[in-house]
């Protein structure tokens, strides 16, 4: 089959409504498609139903309901070829050398398709040229009616459709009265007229649901009576389908039976295809649908390929795509570690263990003897189906169930009776497929082969393969963790891409031409695709041409075969699998850095130039040389930087050569710098920010030293030109653009810290600033480095200063590895993603590694540092205030600044944090695609994992961008104190409310760590954590799935509780919980690597089933499960965060400059321009929650608790909530745009009415100065004590906080 079928479950199981999310205002239910009119109705020349008032049409999609890209790519009229703008075309037969290229028709399918096998290849051409052709040219403008239907056996139609039916209707205006129908199901009728000036705002769109794909199944001749029928009760002239390759058959037996039977409709075909198993060259290059998969694919592959490893794991990813081309295709854009498509496999001859052993060969290799701990492997699909040994199986296990049915009845009797090598590679399996193989037959009559998720098991069975390695002493290594990514369901609703929107719209004019030519059993193509769009040649090709014939593997099947589509040949001789083959194996020991990044609709992809298109469409017309040279063939080794520590690791260099046309052109944008650091500016004390821990001299307790040195001041830099006298507008003050310094003759303890008249700049020591990656990796750590490097060589020092990168983090940092940056190293990573320059360390290191602060302070002494930066998050920050105190009571001459890097943007009094922007954006577009097949299916739940600890403020900011009907929320959850059948109640309900609406589809998003907020849950945790210390034989049965320790020893409502989960949910949690232990806080255990997804999808589809049972749910229910932790840390920085990190590395800069330490660099007002920025020091300290000890001497350790419930920053608008979970219409954001109207976009949750920090502050301080100025104006003695003793409790209020 073309298409990936869904794999859905029929039931689902738990989660939880939050419904208190601030929004952009009400939203209007997806609704039925209107207006239908049955088959029997008798239809005037215009088309309109006699006697019949058509009920009023509603479209699911309103525009009222769409986002802002989507709002203006509704607006942009892809451009047309030029030979399809002429007024009156016509088909002329291609010539015969091109035609040569089109194979002939087989005789079984001449005999089966006598009534269209005539046809030949066809060009669309202008009626002006040449002589009419057989086909005849356009006739008459006289009105035309045809009808429109999608079929396929997929959940969606390919991106690029809706532009077919657009189109379609566009070339039809060209006959004043024509009528297009939309065609719901062709065997029952069910349609609709479409009417384009209702729905022009699907022009560009994802989805289907504009017109309904269904599932064209095999057609009888009683089906095809009734589609003759209704083609005649509605007197189309042409009937255009909109199928997948497995659905081409069916509709040629359509063709077939209106030329055999004398139904004047003209059938015509319009091909798309995510798998890409289409192609004649010369005739159809690319299918329509494959370029907007590939690219949606290739970006979530090429983020995850930047994921790089910690300190203590080697990390690998496999990933799945899909079918062969398009997995092939994603390889050539990302460059992975290993690649194994099924052609390949078969071609090769490659056993299981074969490639389960040339894995581990290279991930050993990689480890050893290039230090690399990181990498990507590939799979498609038909992985398992083309193994060598698979084929000998099933004959194998047909030919004993044919002779011995009674010895074949269980898997244990097949293992015995198969000879030892298939015995072996049968227990290889995954168990579905062993017992389908065993107890189930497939279409062919052998023994049913079950697709299963071919990158899970091939992970699985490598991680075991090492572990045995291991034990019998030969090369492995000890700590490996494979995580599996199933990209699949990503391809379908994509939003479309340039090349899909104008292929589409073409094909929909072409569609039109070959009905006003009565060319009937055509598909429609387009040719010539290495040219600009204009340029690009319209034809049409037979059906039968793209058809062969398929000998029955059952000698009584009295047809002897079947039609079924030609599929695209991926042999060593072909072009693209030619290049591919010569250039994988320079991947496997290197690090991968190709990041395609988001489509674009802007900017120079915009218009799709050769260089930005598929390898697959440029293997057509470019020789495989060129190709070649372009991804990297026969290309030098890298360069790297070896960092020998525990694990000695290295970072590969980049090579501009290779990077993606994107990369190459976020190279070039200048990141922009608020204008008080473009011009004169001082830095001033800055007291409205607060403090999270109200006590001051407990503060002082901790920070002693910071204190001493007037460090624990909050700090703003304001401009010159704020205050300006008349005196300042004199000439002899510094010009703009110099750098800052502190007056030597201020106190220290002044309020504000002026401008020096001589620039710092003009010492003779040139500064050496540092930088390094403590926390999680995210986007915009490069636009950092930026900002220093540019501060560091304004034009203004007379010594450039120099940025020294501290390699893998912590352990970096303690052991002394650095180097020194320069321009040709970072030029590859200019407003790039990833961290691959410098290496990064996890939060978990600092608490292994990090302990010793003189050896970080050492480092800083002996690589002369002025100022060292660092880069984190909540955790890291805590210690990093400590290693500012450190730093200073040791006096080491080195300032220490803070970063406010982190995803989840949790970080108190802080708007909002670097990286957030980016994530919430990607995650979103990801999230909006699958919201898109939800809906197009009508039949469909998405149950979605996303990244979020502490209060879910990505959940919160994905929720306001997409409208999910369930989002699980850590803060409602803990508010409400909901236990796990309460929240799967509240998912239920809303499901069941949905389907008596008629509403089968929605989406459910879940943070990652709100498994560890429900209480029952961190009971379980605790229990098992006590199970694991104290009985050793538990801990051993982990490594074989053996649970059955475990569940004896735990009380009954854990163990009902754990037995309901999936079987490889639980061994993940077993697997955190012995790894890091449960801590009895949720705050430590990090469950990102728990498929929390399965987990509730599993407790839904139980309380389903139950209500099916006692008959209070009556509706369908189908889910799939989707994560989405890897994908968000690399994403190539939206230019909100490349402004962001550009300004914050900019400012901490000024600080190391002007000698301040233990400072967070600070930027508000957010939600305005970037030139109205303001940007600040916030000491660290204020970002600790301390606690005071009841014994003096006793050591306190600071934290920094996450930014506190979501309204807490943000007011509440009781006229702007979401609707309720049942009506909401889901909305696609799209991918992040970096040039056009769409790229200043900022999150909802900055959009929001603000209810700031700083506001209240400003408000307390007004209040307190009111208060002094009447109570010293004079009142009476009990008037006094009465205000005292108020000011007294709020006091001791802010102490319990």
């Known amino acids: 089959s073309d298409v990936e079928s869904v794999s859905a479950s029929r039931f689902s199981k738990s989660a939880m409504v939050v419904g208190m999310l601030n929004a952009l205002g009400p939203r209007h239910p997806i609704g039925a498609i209107g207006g239908s009119c049955s088959p029997a109705i008798s239809m005037d020349r215009q088309g309109s139903p006699l006697g019949l008032d058509l009920p009023e049409r509603t479209f699911p999609r309103k525009p009222d309901c769409m986002s802002a890209l989507e709002e203006h790519r509704a607006h942009a009229v892809p451009e047309l070829p030029e030979a399809l703008r002429h007024p009156q075309l016509r088909l002329e037969a291609a010539p015969a050398t091109a035609n040569d290229e089109v194979a002939p028709v087989p005789e079984p399918l001449r005999k089966l398709f006598e009534g269209i096998s005539g046809c ?46 657009i189109g379609l209707g566009r070339f039809l205006e060209r006959h004043a009265g024509s009528l297009l129908w939309g065609i719901r199901n062709l065997t029952k009728g069910n349609e609709f007229l479409i009417d384009l000036a209702e729905c022009k705002h699907y022009l560009n769109q994802a989805g289907s649901d504009l017109l309904p794909t269904v599932l064209l199944v095999k057609l009888t001749d009683r089906m095809l009576g009734h589609i003759a029928k209704l083609c005649e009760n509605l007197s189309l002239h042409g009937l255009v389908i909109l199928c997948g390759p497995s659905e ?83 390889a050539m854009q990302i460059h992975p570690t290993l690649c194994f498509i099924g052609v390949d496999v078969a071609q090769r001859g490659l056993k299981l263990q074969e490639i389960i052993d040339e894995i581990c060969d290279v991930i050993v290799d990689r480890h050893h003897k290039f230090g690399l701990h990181s990498g990507v492997i590939m799979v498609s699909d038909d992985f398992f189906e083309n193994l060598v040994e698979m084929d000998d199986l099933r004959k194998e296990i047909h030919r004993l169930r044919s002779e011995k049915p009674a010895e074949v009845r269980s898997e244990e009797q097949a293992i015995q009776m198969l000879s030892s090598d298939l015995a072996d590679f049968f227990q290889m399996l995954p168990p579905d497929m062993r017992n389908a193989l065993v107890f189930r037959n497939g279409i062919d009559g052998l023994p049913a082969l079950v697709r299963k998720e071919a990158e899970r098991e091939l992970g699985s069975l490598v991680a075991q393969s090492l572990v045995l390695r291991r034990k019998k002493g030969q090369a492995s290594i000890t700590d490996f963790l494979q995580q599996a990514h199933s990209l699949r369901h990503l391809a379908w609703s994509a939003m479309p891409t340039p090349l899909d929107c104008s292929l589409g719209y073409a094909l929909g004019h072409v569609a039109g031409v070959l009905v006003t030519c009565g060319a009937n059993g055509y598909v429609a193509s387009v040719d010539g695709m290495n040219e600009a769009t204009s340029r690009w040649k319209p034809c049409a090709v037979p059906m039968l041409r793209l058809l062969e014939w398929r000998p029955s593997a059952d000698p009584r099947d009295p047809s002897g075969g079947a039609p079924a589509v030609k599929r695209r040949q991926l042999t060593p001789e072909t072009k693209f699998c030619s290049l591919w083959r010569g250039v994988r194996d320079q991947w496997r020991y290197q690090h991968s850095f190709r990041q395609p990044g988001p489509v674009q609709y802007w900017g120079p992809g915009a218009d799709s130039p050769l260089a930005w298109k598929s390898y697959t469409l440029r293997a057509v017309y470019t020789e495989v040389d060129e190709l070649a040279r372009e991804a990297g063939q026969n290309m030098p080794e890298p360069s790297y930087f070896g960092v020998p520590l525990r694990r000695p690791s290295k970072l590969c260099r980049r090579r501009e050569a290779l990077l993606s046309p994107l990369q190459r052109w976020r190279q070039s944008y200048q990141p922009v710098l608020p204008k008080v650091l473009r011009g004169g ?4 004390e800055d007291h409205r920010k607060g403090c999270m821990t109200a006590d001051p001299d407990l503060i002082n ?61 003009a010492s003779k020591k040139a500064m050496r600033i540092g930088i390094a990656i403590l926390g999680k990796p995210g986007p915009g750590v490069n636009n950092v480095i930026h900002g220093m490097m540019d501060y560091l060589n304004l034009p203004e020092r007379h010594i450039p200063g120099t940025v020294v990168c501290v390699a893998m983090g912590i352990g970096g940092l303690r052991a002394g590895h650095t180097f020194e940056l320069d321009e040709k190293t970072f030029s590859p990573h200019r407003n790039q993603g990833g961290c691959d320059l410098i290496g990064q360390s996890e939060p978990s290191d600092l608490r292994t590694l990090g302990e010793d602060l003189s050896l970080c302070a050492g480092t800083a002494i002996e690589q002369n540092l002025d100022g060292l930066v660092i880069w984190g998050g909540r955790n890291v920050h805590a210690w990093t205030s400590r290693l500012a105190e450190y730093f200073v009571e040791h006096q080491v001459p080195t300032r220490v600044l803070a970063v406010p890097a982190s995803t989840q943007s949790d970080l108190p009094l802080v708007e909002q944090t670097l990286g957030y922007d980016t994530v919430c954006k990607h995650y979103a577009s990801i999230v909006g695609n699958l919201t898109t097949q939800a809906a197009s299916a009508g039949k469909l739940w998405c149950f979605i994992r996303i990244p979020g600890r502490s209060m879910s403020h990505i959940a919160a900011e994905v ?57 029952e849950m961190r009971r379980l945790f605790e229990e098992i954590d006590e199970i694991l210390q104290a009985v050793p034989e538990a801990e051993h049965a982990l490594a074989s799935n053996d649970f059955g320790t475990i569940l004896g020893l735990l009380p009954p409502l854990s163990r009902a509780l754990f037995q309901g989960f999936p079987e490889r949910t639980k061994a993940q949690i077993l697997q955190v919980i012995d790894e890091r232990g449960s801590q009895k806080g949720k705050e430590t255990l990090d469950l990102s690597t728990v498929e929390t997804e399965i987990i509730f999808q599993s407790f839904v589809e139980a309380e389903l089933t139950r209500r099916v049972v006692l ?6 229910f189908q889910a799939i499960s989707y994560s989405l932790p890897y994908h968000g840390r690399a994403a190539m920085p939206t230019n909100f965060d490349c402004d962001l990190g550009y300004t914050i590395g900019y400012a901490a800069g000024i600080f190391v400059d002007a000698s301040r330490t233990g400072l967070l660099v600070d930027v508000c007002h957010l939600k305005e321009d970037v030139e109205d920025w303001e940007v600040g020091g916030t000491p660290l300290s204020s970002l600790l929650t301390l606690q005071d000890v009841p014994r003096s001497g006793e050591k306190i350790h600071p934290k920094i608790g996450p930014k506190g419930r979501l309204r807490y920053d943000i007011g509440v608008d009781e006229g ?40 209240q502050m400003e408000r307390t301080e007004r209040l307190v100065s009111e208060l002094k100025a009447k109570a010293s104006a004079g009142c009476p003695p009990e008037v ?12 001791d209020l802010l102490r319990q906080l």
């Open 1216 to 1255: 702007r909530c979401m609707p309720e979970p049942s009506q909401r219409t889901l909305v696609s954001p799209g991918p992040a745009q970096f040039e056009g109207p769409c790229a200043g976009q900022k999150t909802q949750t900055l959009r929001l009415p603000q209810l700031q920090r700083v506001r």
């Open 248 to 330: 081409l058959s069916e509709v040629a037996r359509i063709s077939q039976h209106f030329a055999k039977t004398g139904v004047n409709t003209v059938v015509v075909a319009v091909v798309h295809s995510l798998s890409g198993w289409v192609q004649i060259p010369g005739w159809i290059p690319t299918n329509l649908g494959f370029d907007s998969a590939s690219c949606v694919l290739s970006e979530a592959a090429g983020n995850i390929a930047l994921s790089r490893e910690s300190l203590d794991k080697d990390i690998y990813h496999f990933v799945a795509c899909g079918s062969s081309p398009l997995t092939l295709e994603v």
């Open 701 to 761: 307790r901790v920070f002693p030293s910071l204190c001493r040195t007037e460090n624990l001041k909050a700090l703003k830099i304001i401009s010159v030109l704020e205050e300006q006298s008349v005196l300042e507008m004199l000439p002899a003050l510094p010009v703009a653009g110099d750098s800052p310094a502190v007056d030597e003759s201020t106190p220290a303890g002044d309020a504000e810290m002026r401008r020096s008249s001589s620039p710092a700049s």
């Open 959 to 1015: 929720a306001l961008q997409t409208h999910p009907h369930v989002v699980l929320m850590v803060s409602e959850l803990e508010q409400q104190n909901m236990n796990i059948t309460e929240v799967t109640q509240l998912i239920c309900n809303v499901i069941e409310t949905r389907a008596r609406e008629d509403k089968n589809y929605g989406m459910v998003l879940i943070p990652d760590q709100f498994l560890a907020s429900v209480r």
């Open 120 to 165: 030949v290849p066809q060009l669309v051409v202008p009626s002006l040229v040449g002589p009419p052709s057989s086909g005849g040219g356009t006739p008459a403008a006289e009105p035309l009616r045809v009808g429109i239907a999608s079929a396929s056996n997929g959940a969606a139609a390919a991106s690029g459709t809706h532009n077919v039916i």
């Open 1280 to 1291: 006094l004590q009465a205000i005292k003793q108020l000011l007294q409790g709020g006091t």
């Open 681 to 684: 500016f001082r830095i001033v």
């Open 1111 to 1116: 008959g209070t749910y009556k509706g369908p």
